[in-house]
């Protein structure tokens, strides 16, 4: 029986980018069907609301969603939108692979997944200002939450990812020389898991150095597991070394859920052009596809997108290209196998 997934096309480029990815799945035969609801801008249009409860309710019956990227309208109530859905969900890991799809970049065959905390850390919002004297923002204080259970599930999950990804090794990035409470705990935890998984190297080390390395010598790298800000920052890095965000799919998985979106965002200056890149929010499909069991489906994406843009058989323009959307999307069907 088709399994059926939430479908959110999203705003700005969402709904181009969709409507190609949906071509590719459907030429590629992946047995999906799909709950179509609305969110970000769209559904503040339609429904007054940029999270209605139809949305919700959707995840919850199918447990998977394909997302496209969401405006987030200020003073619409929302912190952001894309916060609020993980928070709904408890989506605990951010899943972000980062792999060289375009050669003739920094680096060649960059083959990284980044693997962040998604509930925890600084971004639960828990801030304030401070007044002083006539000045009611004199200052301002946010705090960081990190609890072992937290820790404990997103370094588990980035090794049990490594094992069953044929990966070899995993490196917990944190700030524990400085931090000592917070990320010290999350460092603590870390090494007490790893002790579990003997089959997989571990290491530790301290967020600004795996800047750095991650600049100089990306290869050293396979997972990479850290607290929620820290994930944030890294991921956009690694996305940096396969040419940016348009080729970055990503996955916010749960005990119960999982909701799969492309990096970037609604990306207004050029919506309704139809020259945006489908490949974020296809590269997502692929990895929902492989969370539903159908694997063999998203690897034959995979390799009409491998042949279609390595051997420029057709590529978009921020791909230094110049096919539109529809293009592009016809080329990776003519190359599905
Ligand atoms: P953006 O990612 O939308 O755009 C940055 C630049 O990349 C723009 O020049 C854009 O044209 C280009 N770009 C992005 N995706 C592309 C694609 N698929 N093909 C070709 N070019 C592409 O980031 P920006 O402009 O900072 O944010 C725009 C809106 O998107 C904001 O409202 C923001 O809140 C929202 N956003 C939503 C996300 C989500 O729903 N997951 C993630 C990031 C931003």
Not at 127 to 155: L, N, Q
Not at 236 to 261: H, K, Q, R, S
Request: charged share 25%; proline share 4%; glycine share 10%.
């Amino acid at each position: 029986m088709a399994k059926t997934i939430t479908l959110i096309p999203g705003d700005g480029i969402g709904p181009e980018v969709t409507e190609a990815t949906l071509e590719v799945l459907g030429a590629a035969g992946a047995d999906l069907e799909y709950d179509r609801q609305l969110a970000g801008m769209a559904a503040l249009e339609e429904v007054r609301t940029p999270l209605p409860t139809e949305t919700i309710d959707s995840i919850r019956r199918t447990g998977v969603a394909l997302k496209g990227p969401l405006t987030t309208q200020l003073g619409s109530g929302f912190r952001s939108i894309n916060v609020a859905l993980r928070q709904e969900f408890d989506l605990y890991a951010n899943v972000r692979p980062a792999k060289t799809l375009l050669p003739g970049g920094r680096y060649e065959e960059i083959d990284l997944v980044l693997i962040r905390e998604n509930t925890e850390g600084l971004y639960v919002g828990v801030e304030h200002y401070i007044g002083v004297g006539g000045d009611p923002r004199a200052a301002a204080e946010s705090v960081m939450i990190v609890t072992r259970f937290g820790a404990e599930r997103i370094v588990r999950y980035a090794f049990e990812f490594a094992r069953s990804n044929g990966r070899k090794k995993v490196t917990l990035a944190h700030k524990a020389n400085i931090l000592k409470y917070t990320q010290g705990l999350f460092l603590d935890v870390g090494n007490e898991v790893a002790k579990e998984y003997d089959d997989i190297e571990f290491e530790d080390r301290i967020i600004d150095a795996t800047a750095m390395a991650l600049v100089l010598d990306p290869y050293q790298f396979d997972v990479l597991v850290m607290e929620n800000m820290f994930g944030d920052i890294l991921s956009d890095l690694i996305a940096g070394l396969v040419g940016g965000l348009g080729f970055t799919p990503a996955g916010n998985i749960g005990t119960e859920t999982a909701m799969f979106e492309a990096v970037h965002g609604s990306a207004p200056d050029i919506a309704g052009q139809g020259v945006a890149n489908p490949t974020g929010l296809l590269l997502s499909a692929c990895m929902l596809l492989d969370h539903v069991e159908q694997t063999e489906t998203a690897s034959r994406i995979r390799v009409a997108l491998e042949e279609t843009v390595v051997g420029n058989v057709c590529r978009t323009r921020d791909m230094g290209g110049t096919a539109s959307t529809r293009e592009f999307t016809r080329a990776l069907v003519r190359a599905l196998r």
